[in-house]
């Protein structure tokens, strides 16, 4: 869609110009005593911060409007202490870690952090289920996310956490905010407007629409000559909220379809690899490394995303207690296409004639992926609370997940198979937690969660042309249960200060890996396991929040976490030039073995004055480590743990005359860890360091703001993933100007 036709688009939608989602005025710098006085739902009831008991972190729209983008999950967790986010360069494959939580790219396993948006678990699914969609990241009010083992409240796979990202509510009065985000270098053009109507006194609707046409990308496919991170489509929002006495209800209505980046990964390949040349073997005499972000494949890469979503809030109050119901169905479609073989016909021709591939007489080029899955969830939470001295709540919570997922593998086309594979979930639990006030300034709490976890899954494949059943049809079914606890113990020694310690369990549910892979599936250099089981972990922790002085707000936790039967991610290892398969490998799950992990964190928010301004200051640190205790991996780090990470972000915001002066400056920082566990006899790879900086410098008057951005300002170029075979590498530098204004 061109930009023209977008900004005409918004005016009729909003009825005005363009300008911004967001209502928040940021003129102002936070104060720091305000930080902890943010109200949250972390433990299913609205709290101040500075209350829970728990390590938890809450990014507000305001701070969110400072990251000039916020497209994926790694724009929110980099600023949290223990937070990791493995980006694969596609929000379909990425995915997030908290405390060293295992991931499991590429696989059929759930992420090993609870994903919620607007109380809602999103998650699940056969595929692209460990990351959240671009929709939930729309007109965003504030995100909470909650570091540690949090299974009572938020069961299944909130083994290091939860994340909870929660929309802008439907306001009691007329205002609005539009967008418009122009990157010349990347050629895009973002638009999005809210509109938020009071109809009366007890009725209010908000509207709102994005539109995104991303001509040009990072990451070219030169054969091609486009891109495969290109993006096209839009996101559409209605919300109507009724409040009249106790009755407080919400409906959320929203559909996006998106064309977004497929992220490709660059092949390379040492001399030696398919050594010796036989007929049916590429062999690699010489090193062969593609240039970074310039792909030759000879297949359009792409992912096309829909989300459709409903969403009731209902809360009522009893005087007594509040009665809460969330109630969703969502449906989740993606169609993943990708080149296979990392490089066109051009490019192994000219391989073969400088001497650098030699065999492999049957060797080809056009072999590609194409992975649909089409997610059903149907969520139901209902919980009441209330006390005072004795405080209690109880709920119970309903998930059902239907997902289809179809891997289509064309090896040498027109040859090719194509997998069928079906997950029927059904998850049930009761949780309840209580808490008494021993003193006015010590608290006792238990939270119990008690969840049955039923899944079946059928799967058979079939060869083309010959559509020949090669993979003969299974079913199976996984039933578990679970209980899961939490003990927390808090004290508040100083009016503005509070001690924690808690011990409690969470749990990541097993399940079934699809077998995706060159037929028949089962058969590679690594075969493939049909299932993996739960994995069960315990948490010991202890933290302190409060206010060192008036206007430094900060937290530190400490916890040490046993894994029991750690899900990993490993590869059937299949490669490019490798004579079985000459394919990217296929990835799948395994419990690797028992886990111990520790970790410190620490996360302060200062604000202060210099000359005629003043701003905030935030800044985390966090150190932490993992190790492998028996099984397969017995000694190895866990994966994806750096040893430290660090963040920062200031922001200063000075007069001059009637307009107001700000920037803005976020820095994150990575040392240590290993990328993978060894497979076979190939040494695990070592996360690559980096430190990332953006920057944002605007103008402010009255209701229109102009700024500009860039993202990794020092152009900082480092890999995701470096599988020894094929490298995904971070986004390079990228600019742009966003045009603001509020009514």
Not at 245 to 269: K, V, W
Not at 398 to 424: C, K
């Amino acid at each position: 869609m061109a930009c023209g036709a977008a900004l005409g688009a918004l005016i009729a939608v909003s009825g005005g110009p363009a300008a911004d989602a967001q209502t928040t005025t940021p003129d102002k710098s936070a104060k720091t005593t305000d930080v902890g006085e943010v109200v949250v739902t972390a433990r299913k009831r609205e709290e101040r911060l500075r209350d829970v008991p728990i390590a938890a972190s809450v990014i507000d729209s305001a701070s969110l409007e400072k990251r000039a983008s916020v497209e994926d999950t790694g724009a929110i967790v980099t600023s949290v202490p223990g937070a990791r986010f493995n980006n694969l360069t596609s929000s379909t494959l990425s995915e997030v870690s908290l405390r060293g939580s295992g991931t499991a790219r590429g696989t059929n396993a759930d992420t090993g952090v609870g994903l919620y948006a607007n109380g809602v678990y999103v998650g699940g699914g056969l595929q692209f289920a460990r990351n959240y969609t671009q929709i939930d990241f729309f007109d965003l009010g504030r995100a909470e996310i909650l570091r540690g083992t949090l299974g009572a409240l938020y069961g299944r796979n909130a083994v290091g956490g939860a994340i909870n990202l929660i929309s802008q509510q439907p306001l009691f009065d007329n205002s609005g905010g539009a967008l418009l985000d122009y990157g010349p270098d990347i050629k895009k053009k973002l638009a999005s407007v809210v509109e938020n109507f009071k109809v009366n006194d007890e009725f209010a609707v908000r509207l709102g629409a994005q539109f995104v046409d991303q001509e040009s990308g990072l990451y070219k496919e030169v054969s091609l000559g486009r891109a495969s991170d290109e993006q096209h489509g839009w996101i559409l929002r209605g919300q109507a909220r009724y409040e009249h006495g106790p009755l407080d209800a919400t409906f959320l209505m929203q559909y996006s379809h998106l064309t977004i980046g497929g992220g490709e990964a660059s092949l390379t390949i040492k001399a030696g690899t398919g050594c010796p040349a036989t007929a049916a073997a590429v062999c690699y005499l010489k090193n062969y490394f593609q240039t970074p972000y310039v792909l030759p494949f000879n297949t359009l890469s792409y992912v096309n995303q829909g989300v459709t979503q409903g969403i009731l809030t209902v809360n009522y109050d009893l005087n007594w207690a509040k009665l809460t119901s969330v109630t969703s169905f969502r449906r989740r479609s993606t169609d993943f296409v990708s080149d296979n073989d990392l490089m066109d016909a051009a490019t192994l021709a000219g391989l073969r004639a400088n001497g650098t591939v030699t065999g492999g007489a049957n060797q080809r080029t056009d072999s590609y992926q194409n992975l649909g899955d089409l997610t059903y969830t149907y969520y139901e939470d209902i919980h009441l609370a209330g006390g005072d001295r004795l405080n209690w709540l109880g709920g119970v919570e309903f998930v059902r997940i239907g997902s289809r997922y179809n891997p289509l593998q064309v090896t040498a086309n027109p040859v090719g198979a194509e997998t069928f594979n079906g997950l029927n979930y059904i998850s049930w639990a009761p949780y309840g937690s209580v808490g008494y006030n021993v003193t006015d300034t010590v608290n006792l709490s238990a939270e119990l969660r008690y969840t049955d976890d039923q899944k079946g899954f059928w799967s058979y494949g079939d060869t083309f042309p010959a559509h020949v059943v090669n993979v003969p049809l299974v079913s199976r079914t996984f039933n578990s249960t679970n209980w899961s606890y939490n003990l927390i113990a808090d004290w508040k020694f100083m009016p503005e200060w509070m001690a924690y310690a808690k011990v409690g369990t969470g749990y990541r549910a097993g399940g079934f890996n699809s077998g995706v892979g060159v037929a028949p599936p089962l058969v590679a250099p690594r075969p493939l396991q049909p299932t993996f089981g739960n994995e069960e972990s315990i948490t010991y922790e202890v933290g302190a929040k409060g206010n060192l002085l008036a206007n430094l707000y900060t937290t530190i936790a400490a916890y040490k976490t046993h894994v029991k039967g750690a899900l990993t991610q490993v590869d059937n290892g299949c490669f490019v030039g490798n004579p079985q398969c000459s394919v990217r490998p296929t990835n799948f799950a395994i419990n690797g073995g028992d886990a111990d992990l520790w970790g410190i964190e620490w996360e302060g928010n200062l604000s202060y004055h210099l000359g005629p301004g003043s701003g905030l200051l935030k800044a985390t640190a966090s150190r932490q480590s993992g190790t492998f205790k028996g099984g397969v991996y017995d000694g190895f780090d866990v994966p994806q743990t750096p040893d430290w990470l660090y963040s920062a972000n200031l922001d200063y915001n000075v007069p001059v005359g009637s307009v107001m002066l700000f920037g803005d400056v976020n820095y994150i920082g990575q040392r240590g860890g290993k990328e993978s566990v060894a497979v076979g006899t190939t040494a695990p790879a070592s996360l690559k360091p980096y430190d990332v900086v953006d920057l944002r410098l605007g103008v402010r008057w009255k209701s229109t703001e102009l700024a500009y951005y860039v993202s990794n300002l020092t152009n900082d170029q480092y890999t995701f993933i470096d599988s020894g075979t094929s490298t995904r590498w971070s986004p390079p530098r990228t600019y742009g100007i966003q045009l603001r204004y509020r009514w």
